[in-house]
């Protein structure tokens, strides 16, 4: 057992309607030998005023009081704040009702005629460090369980390539979560390649943190996968994923960006159909260029009609769909941002290194330049894909 150190004082609540009875914990509390501090309360009303003033270290709790009688006092308790240890009081009569208390949620009881100041110390330190032990378990196991389903979140939103043999591309993805407050972020990103050999690659962005629209990202992610191999591209594409956002979405306000690339097996032409995502990185030739074709609105803003666009990919070249976390980080004062022209400039200067050492020394910069400034506020997410000979 931790013992509280000497200079510690605890605060007990007692909640005893008997004065007579009172007086006697308070006086065996005072041989004890341990800073405590007592707060008598006469009825549990009054002690659910307490608890709201200020929570008390451990709680004394007689099973038997004028407004309240056996385990229903102990329920009240834990209703206003489960976090508090209780020991309760019960008489000699009485002890299979602490017995309940204990089965309850309570962390000892005492019989009052057996009650002596070494026991009641004990008693009280004991259930201090017995419901911190319980309250760090639960804790662990929760974290535990959160750390599992963003697992199988991610999983779902960033899959692997899906492409045939000798696909004739190249796909460098890359995935950085902020954590910030340990919530999962809703970027996604899929790689497919249909029959007649076109690549399709898709980025996209949920706005928001957590579990739902992390599991929104999920929903979108597969849907696109699934309308790729039905057939569905361009704009036909986009209004089935608008629709499949209003209806999985857990709040009217809540919408999506998504970027779509459509690379057939030969040319230099490709179509990108974007829903107000940010625009790419063209990286190749010792340089890189920002490339933002025009777009409609992100999904879920009642946009009706997204036109395809031709974009150029020169061989040799690759581009970069990225998630605005790369560079809505903050970098100085106040609310200084990379931004995209930061983003370029920074993506410029290792222009000279090959795709996957590009992707990975941009993001890594990136995070250098937010260090000092709290770090990456959003998750990054990065796809690069280059035609191979």
């Not at 007592?38 to 099973?63: F, G, N």
């Not at 804790?139 to 004739?168: K, M, T």
């Not at 690549?199 to 849907?223: N, S, T």
């Not at 974009?311 to 200084?336: A, M």
């Amino acid at each position: 057992m931790i013992a509280p150190n000497d200079a510690e004082t605890l605060s007990l609540l007692l909640v005893e309607d008997d004065r007579a009875d009172a007086i006697l914990v308070e006086e065996l509390i005072a041989d004890a030998g341990v800073s405590i501090d007592v707060v008598w309360a006469e009825s549990m009303a009054r002690a659910e005023q307490e608890i709201a003033i200020a929570r008390p270290d451990c709680i004394l709790l007689d099973l038997h009081l004028h407004d309240t009688d056996g385990i229903d006092g102990l329920n009240r308790i834990a209703k206003q704040d489960g976090t508090i240890p209780v020991v309760v009081l019960t008489g000699l009569n009485d002890e299979h009702f602490g017995v309940l208390a204990v089965s309850a949620g309570a962390q000892d009881y005492l019989v009052k005629d057996r009650v002596d100041p070494e026991v009641l110390r004990r008693a009280v330190l004991y259930a201090i460090e017995r419901k911190r032990a319980e309250l760090t378990a639960v804790d662990l196991h929760a974290s535990q369980l959160r750390a599992r389903e963003n697992a199988r979140l991610e999983r779902g939103l960033l899959p692997s390539p899906l492409l045939l043999g000798d696909p004739g591309v190249e796909i460098v993805s890359q995935y950085r979560p902020s954590r910030e407050n340990a919530l999962l972020g809703g970027d996604f990103y899929d790689v497919v390649q249909t029959p007649d050999r076109t690549v399709h690659v898709m980025i996209g962005d949920v706005a928001g943190h957590g579990a739902d629209e992390a599991a929104l990202g999920v929903a979108l992610r597969i849907a696109w996968r699934a309308l790729t191999f039905a057939g569905l591209h361009g704009s036909d594409r986009m209004n089935q994923l608008e629709r499949i956002l209003r209806a999985e979405r857990s709040g009217r306000g809540i919408f999506a960006t998504v970027l779509s690339l459509r690379i057939p097996p030969t040319g230099s032409t490709i179509t990108a159909v974007r829903a107000g995502h940010p625009g790419m990185l063209l990286h190749g030739g010792g340089t890189v260029e920002w490339v933002e074709p025009p777009g409609g609105p992100a999904l879920g803003l009642h946009g009706r009609d997204w036109v395809p666009q031709q974009v150029e990919l020169p061989e040799g070249s690759g581009l970069v769909l990225l998630t605005d976390g790369l560079f809505e980080g903050h970098i100085g004062r106040g609310n200084e941002r990379l931004g995209e022209a930061g983003l370029l400039e920074l993506a410029r200067s290792l222009a000279h290194l090959p795709g996957r050492a590009f992707v990975d020394a941009l993001i890594n910069a990136v995070e250098e330049r937010a260090a000092s400034n709290g770090g990456i506020s959003d998750d990054i997410a990065v796809v690069r894909v280059e035609r191979i000979p």
